[in-house]
């Protein structure tokens, strides 16, 4: 029996599918890759929220994450991520990856301040991202920030 309306209930309950989610966060890690600030908005849901619990960071709503996500771009200008594992489920994408960057601008964590050495650095990460209706609905940050202040001279 056909009931109207089903086909495009299941369409949308589709852009959540693992599958579809692996093919959005391909498009989503190339356009932090190539740190395209536009194409990585338009595919967060307006009421986003992107945290970085090893940093300590937390942004809220369109405004608040662009802003975020700009401020990474100008400390890490050639800023890139390797995906070393993807998990993709129905609503959720979890993904390790390695990333590198040069440290070419002064650093802060708090009162700590590195000072640009010049160096190319390497980190390791995990984002946990559930979606909703296709958007990113967070981006949940855990990252290796030890290494990061080791590499910059921040710990010994």
Known sequence: MSHPGVEHILFDVGEDTAQSLEEAIGRYN???????????????????????????????GPDEVRQHIGAIFESWPDLRFETRRLYARDGV?????????????????????????????????????????????????????????RQVGLLD
């Open 93 to 149: 994408v979890t993904q390790e990856w390695t990333a590198s960057a040069t440290h070419t601008n002064t650093m802060r964590r708090g009162d700590l301040v590195a000072e640009p050495s010049g160096e190319r650095i390497e980190w390791r990460g995990v984002d946990v991202i559930p979606y909703e209706d296709g958007l990113i609905k967070r981006k949940d940050v855990y990252s290796d920030s030890v290494s990061i202040l």
């Open 30 to 60: 190339d356009a932090w890759n190539s740190h395209d600030l536009d194409a990585i908005m338009a595919m967060h849901a307006p009421d986003m929220v992107f945290e970085n619990h090893t940093a300590g960071e937390s942004a809220q």
